[in-house]
Structures are given as C-alpha cells and as structure tokens.
C-alpha cells in the first residue's frame, strides 16, 4: 500500500500528535507532497521542519512566517527555486537542499545570518553562489556533486568556514582561493579533474584533506598533522616522524540536533541521523566533532 497523499493545505493527520509534546518539530519527509501545505507555515512557534523526499516542487513564499525555525531539511526533491520568503527566517542554522535542482540561489539568501551550515550538494551549480560570501558565520559547506569548475577571489571573506566539501565537481586547477581560507579544518575535493597541487602548508588549521579520485601522481606538500586521502597518502604518512593523526570522518553526518559550532562540521558524536532514501547514496557517519 503506498504512502497516502494530504490535501494541499491540511496538515497531515499525525501533525498533532507530533507538535503534542512541545518540542516543536514536525517530521514529513517521505510522505507524497507537490507543495509545502500552507497549514505547516501558520505555525509560528516551529523550531524544526524535514520534509525530505517528498516529490517537493515549490515552497510557499509564507513559508517566512516560520520565524522561530532552526532547522529546515528539504532534501531529496525537485525543487527549482527558492522563494524570497526562505531568506527572512531569522533563526535558522541548518539547512539541507541537497539533491534538488537547483540552478542557482536567491541574490537574498545572503540575509539568512544565522546559518551555520549549508547542504546544497547534488545540485545544478555551475558558479558558486555569490550571497553565500556574506555569510561570514557560515561554518560547514556541502556542495559536492555539482557542476563548479571555478572558485571566488572573495571566497576568503567566508572567515567562520571550517569544513568545505567540493567533492565530484569540474574543477581542473586547484582553485586559488582555497590557499587564503587559514581557517579550514576540513577540505574535500575528491572525484574533480585536478592534476596537481600548490604547497598547502598556508592551510594552517587543516585538519583533513581528501583528493581521492583525481588524476594525480602523489599527495600534496602539507603539514605533518593533516590526514591525506588519495594516490599515495599512505605512504607519504608512513614518511612522517610523527605517528599518523587520527582521521576525522571526511563526510559530515546529517544532525537535527542544536549542539556547539564544532558539531556543525560532522554532526555530533551523538546525534540523530536521519537515512536519507535510497540505499545507493553515500554513507553518512556521525563522529565527534574537531577540537578548536
């Protein structure tokens, strides 16, 4: 039996049920919806909303009534656009747009102050977004499979990015950019087109870097501390005189719950990851976060 469809407008039957222990979280993703019911956006005191793999195609510009909302996952759809009214919700610090089809984001996305961290893979970006260089406070950037080959000279500006996933996009050089981001812990460019790199010793705090699946002959000049993943990364960890760093996962875990800013990168050693549908999609881990 297939999951039944509600009406454009009509919370779902269980909504109640849900909202009835105050937490303020209401959980639709995986039930049949065209359109966000207009009956989920006059309720005002909502901090979390997934409505992952729903057949999702467009978000009600009253969806900005969702003034107190945290946490907003829409992943999995089919979503084209975003309205206007997604970039007045003051509160929000999570949002995962992954795996839609976007093409670009609103020039007012730059308005969404308090976001922390930004799922936006599996999309239809061929530049990177430019209101995303004002979010100074932006500290985790998933935007893997997409169709990037360039980088911003601006991309600096980002001064609270600490993990950034660029993983299964068209990059050829490695982008410039990259070498004034100081604060990276994590830097994932797995499965591009790279067939070199520059001395990455200016990536003071990096923590991570992943180059797996490039057309390389061997990893790239970093510091001692940083874990390597790619053609031959092992051997070149065995060369150090330090013992081989610990590897922090590379991929960051799906998280819904509000813990420090550390826990933004990967997730949180306890939080609740929520299987995204499908079982071809890549494995989500959930870790402790990267020390300061």
Not at 69 to 80: G, Q, S, V
Not at 83 to 98: A, E, I, N, S
Not at 179 to 197: C, K, P
Not at 237 to 242: F, T
């Amino acid at each position: 039996m297939g999951i039944a469809e509600s009406t454009p407008d009509e919370l779902p039957s269980d909504a109640e049920e849900q909202l009835r222990n105050g937490e303020q979280q209401l959980e639709l993703s995986g039930r049949r919806l065209r359109r966000l019911p207009s009956a989920v956006c006059a309720l005002s005191r909502l901090q979390k909303l997934y409505v992952s793999g729903t057949g999702l195609r467009e978000l009600p510009e009253e969806i900005e009534e969702l003034r107190e909302l945290r946490i907003l996952a829409l992943d999995f759809n089919k979503l084209e656009r975003l309205p206007d009214g997604l970039c007045r919700l003051p509160r929000l610090t999570r949002l995962y747009l992954g795996s839609n089809r976007l093409l670009a984001l609103p020039a007012d996305f730059a308005q969404l102050q308090s976001l922390r961290c930004l799922w936006i893979e599996g999309n239809f970006l061929r530049r990177f977004p430019r209101p995303l260089l004002r979010l100074v406070a932006l500290q985790s950037l998933q935007m893997g499979d997409n169709r990037l080959r360039a980088l911003p000279a601006e991309l600096p500006r980002m001064t609270g990015l600490r993990g950034l996933w660029l993983y299964g996009n068209r990059f050829e050089e490695f982008p410039p950019a990259l070498l004034r981001m100081g604060r990276l812990h994590i830097l994932d460019l797995d499965r591009n087109r790279l067939g070199g790199f520059p001395d990455l010793h200016p990536l003071r705090a990096l923590r991570v870097f992943s180059y797996d699946h490039n057309p390389v002959t061997g990893p790239p000049r970093v510091a001692d501390t940083v874990f390597l993943v790619g053609e031959g990364a092992v051997e070149r960890m065995a060369e150090r005189d330090e013992p081989t760093p610990r590897p922090p996962p590379r991929r960051p875990a799906r998280a819904f719950e509000d813990e420090e800013e550390e826990d933004l990168l990967i997730g949180g050693a306890g939080s609740r990851a929520l299987r995204p549908p499908g079982d071809s999609l890549r494995a989500l881990e959930a870790a402790p976060g990267l020390g300061t």
